[in-house]
């Protein structure tokens, strides 16, 4: 007894069947699903542990100071524009027809 082989053609390949379809279809959502619950979960543990934001638990010395002077500078900034935005404001014209 002589075992057949199937000859794949370009015709076979494009005929439909559904059933080699849906499995296709579903081998590949499912790589995709695995893949991206991977991703997902590789990205949460490294965010977990400080590697992707912030610095490291042993780097402290990248953490910038700030001193009361230098909080001092920044509201004495803030309140010259806050009058100065007041000094140079100018109201809104009246809406009301002057004729009338």
Request: glycine share 8%; net charge positive; charged share 25%.
């Amino acid at each position: 007894m002589k075992l057949k082989l199937p000859v794949f053609t370009t015709k076979s390949l494009f005929a439909p069947q559904p059933l080699r379809d849906w499995v296709t279809l579903l081998c590949f959502g499912l790589g995709a699903l695995i893949l991206i619950f991977g991703l997902s979960f590789s990205s949460f543990m490294r965010v977990r542990d400080g590697n992707i934001v912030g610095a490291s638990a042993g780097d402290a010395s990248g953490i910038a100071r700030i001193s009361r002077d230098d909080l001092e500078r920044v509201v004495t900034t803030l309140e010259a524009r806050r009058t100065a935005f007041e000094k140079n404001t100018v109201a809104a014209p009246s809406l009301k027809d002057p004729s009338r």
